[in-house]
């Protein structure tokens, strides 16, 4: 089945690295992504991953995904106050059959940021 | 500019009233659709549409229906609202079903039910 797990919180202090995990289960799954969720606002597309890649970077977003351990995480270098959102880590399971543009969602990470 | 609105952004109802979510985008979307979300859950499938006309149930969609008689709208109804649906109510919808075409979403519609 469809499962998607992530730890419910990370606190860094401002500067650091922050590095949110998340883990899948159906091995189908050919784009994973992650959101970004501000306080009182709805998600919002940070990046995504083809299955056939390692990494991806993107400014100070890194994502890194292993397939055989059905891996991913999500590293934000020099974190600042602005970044304190939740995070949710997402799959398509099956591209091409009945999961057809259905989103499943893991169940978030806070992520606060200290100054 | 093209947007997607959720109204209203916060409703309080009682138990075994009907209540419905109105959800409008502007992009000419194909796809839409209907997320709740908890805390410790993330955000599940409600109910989906691919087209006008078109509509589907997805991970939790007990209690609620949904109807699509045009491009633009998408509005969720529960049937008789019950404390277990109180949660914050999320629309999104997205040009096709490619895995690269992005779900944007709404603002959110936070709903209690007493």
């Known amino acids: 089945g469809e499962d998607v797990e992530q730890s419910l919180f990370l606190s860094v202090r401002e500067g650091d690295s922050s590095v949110i995990n998340c883990t899948y289960t159906?091995?189908?799954?050919?784009?994973l992504y992650w959101y970004k969720q501000e306080p009182g606002a709805g998600l919002q597309l940070l990046t995504y991953?083809?299955?056939?890649?390692d990494m991806k970077q993107d400014q100070r977003l890194t994502v890194l995904l292993n397939k055989k351990d059905k891996h991913l995480s999500l590293r934000i270098a020099d974190t600042q106050t602005g970044d304190s959102a939740i995070y949710f880590c997402?799959?398509?399971?099956?591209?091409?059959?009945?999961?057809?543009?259905?989103?499943?969602f893991g169940q978030g990470t806070i992520l606060t940021v200290h100054p | 500019d093209a947007e997607i609105t959720q109204s209203p952004r916060h409703k309080i109802t009682e138990t075994g009233r009907q209540v419905t979510l109105a959800c409008h985008q502007t992009?000419?979307?194909?796809?839409m659709f209907w997320y709740r979300q908890d805390l410790g859950h993330g955000l599940r499938l409600i109910h989906y549409?691919?087209?006008?006309?078109?509509?589907n149930k997805g991970e939790v969609s007990d209690g609620y229906s949904v109807s699509r008689s045009n491009t633009e709208d998408l509005p969720l109804t529960l049937e008789s609202a019950a404390s277990s649906q109180t949660s914050v109510y999320f629309c999104?919808?997205?040009?096709?079903?490619?895995?690269?075409?992005?779900?944007?979403f709404g603002p959110g519609t936070r709903l209690t039910v007493l």
């Open positions: 997402a799959e398509i399971p099956d591209a091409g059959g009945t999961s057809y543009g259905k989103l499943t």
């Open positions: 999104a919808s997205s040009r096709t079903s490619g895995a690269t075409d992005t779900q944007y």
């Open positions: 159906d091995s189908s799954s050919t784009y």
């Open positions: 991953i083809f299955s056939n890649m």
């Open positions: 549409s691919y087209g006008v006309h078109d509509t």
């Open positions: 992009w000419n979307h194909n796809n």
